[in-house]
């Protein structure tokens, strides 16, 4: 599986931007996809998962409201839309792709991923 990230750039505080992610190869339907971030000097931290098994999201506790995660089937590909940006925001995000099922308290581990893009940067500046 190849992941193509894209959509980060540089947005004023408050302001939107889309992340998109297309996946490509020999993809499962009991993937799960995620999208994980890292700051300068900060450990990659979960941001959001979509579970195609049960069709569910899921969201850290400091993304919750602002973002949403949704994905095109037809297309492959798992968008993130970020809403109400924030500086702390700031970070080069990646997607992540898993091949099978997993429970819940795992998705938001990095390890649990078999597959990463390349990541893209987003700055949000205040």
């Known amino acids: 599986v190849q992941l193509q990230a894209s959509g980060g750039g540089l947005v004023q505080a408050g302001g939107s931007l889309r992340l998109s992610c297309a996946a490509s190869g020999r993809t499962s339907t009991t993937y799960v996809m995620g999208w994980f971030r890292q700051a300068p000097g900060k450990e990659r931290e979960f941001v959001a998962a979509?579970?195609?098994?049960?069709?569910?999201?899921f969201y850290s506790e400091s993304v919750k409201g602002r973002f949403i995660i949704s994905r095109d089937n037809g297309k492959n590909t798992v968008y993130l839309q970020m809403n109400s940006l924030k500086p702390e925001d700031t970070a080069v995000y990646y997607c992540?792709?898993?091949?099978?099922?997993?429970?819940?308290?795992?998705?938001?581990?990095?390890?649990?991923?078999?597959?990463w893009g390349q990541g893209t940067q987003v700055t949000v500046s205040s």
């Open positions: 992540a792709y898993r091949t099978n099922r997993v429970v819940v308290s795992a998705l938001r581990i990095p390890s649990q991923y078999d597959y």
């Open positions: 979509f579970r195609r098994a049960g069709s569910d999201t």
